[in-house]
T-cell receptor
Framework: GQQVMQIPQYQHVQEGEDFTTYCNSS?????IQWYKQRPGGHPVFLIQ?????EVKKQKRLTFQFGEAKKNSSLHITATQTTDVGTYFC???????????FGKGTKLTVNP | NAGVTQTPKFRVLKTGQSMTLLCAQD?????MYWYRQDPGMGLRLIHY???????AKGEVPDGYNVSRLKKQNFLLGLESAAPSQTSVYFC??????????FGDGTRLSIL
């Protein structure tokens, strides 16, 4: 079945350093979604990318969807302690209503 | 706004006991989902529903049953709890093919 792989599984950075997580799908995606889960919290939707090669920015966060619509990345510039959490990518399974989530990248930030 | 509400928030069961987790959403969403989250495993879909009176199996349905008698409620049942079902359970809901909104989760321990 469809798989969504994320790397790295863990990332520890010093505050102020940049951070990137990568997401790869075994199949072409109609869209890709990113979620953030704070420690002890629940996943919260961040953004959805739909178009091939699309780039979207939210303040210090930059999201990119690959040209082939099989990979995506999330880049955080100058991390802050508020960025701590696990970042998940997710893509629709086939054309269906189900999402397949990556296993997430857990980010810790040392102040 | 309440959004997605899960009850209970915590529960400890003994092996073989049964229980029902309740999810309620007030956003008039068509789709509802039940996930379990285990360390290093990301979010895995248990069952989902695309409308009142309909349910379908996800990735890990064994040992669970669901019902969606009302559009706003989605129940997850464990008929005979097993230690392997110790997990954090998240309910989510969404409009058709739109990003998902998650509840705060139910932390379930089975001894």
């Amino acid at each position: 079945g469809q798989q969504v792989m994320q790397i790295p599984q863990y990332q520890h950075v010093q505050e102020g350093e940049d951070f990137t997580t990568y997401c790869n799908s075994s199949t072409t995606l109609s869209n890709i979604q990113w979620y953030k889960q704070r420690p002890g919290g629940h996943p919260v939707f961040l953004i959805q990318l739909v178009k091939s090669g699309e780039v979207k920015k939210q303040k210090r966060l930059t999201f990119q969807f690959g040209e082939a619509k099989k990979n995506s990345s999330l880049h955080i510039t100058a991390t802050q302690t508020t960025d701590v959490g696990t970042y998940f990518c997710a893509g629709p399974q086939g054309g269906s209503e189900k999402l397949v989530f990556g296993k997430g990248t857990k980010l810790t930030v040392n102040p | 706004n309440a959004g997605v509400t899960q009850t209970p928030k915590f529960r400890v069961l003994k092996t073989g006991q049964s229980m029902t987790l309740l999810c309620a959403q007030d956003m008039n969403h068509e789709y509802m989902y039940w996930y379990r989250q285990d360390p290093g495993m990301g979010l895995r879909l248990i069952h989902y529903s695309v409308g009142e009176g309909t349910t379908a199996k996800g990735e890990v349905p064994d040992g669970y049953n669901v019902s969606r008698l009302k559009k706003q409620n989605f129940l997850l049942g464990l008929e005979s709890a097993a230690p392997s079902q110790t997990s954090v359970y998240f309910c989510a809901s969404s409009y058709v093919l739109q990003p998902q909104h998650f509840g705060d989760g139910t932390r379930l321990s089975i001894l």
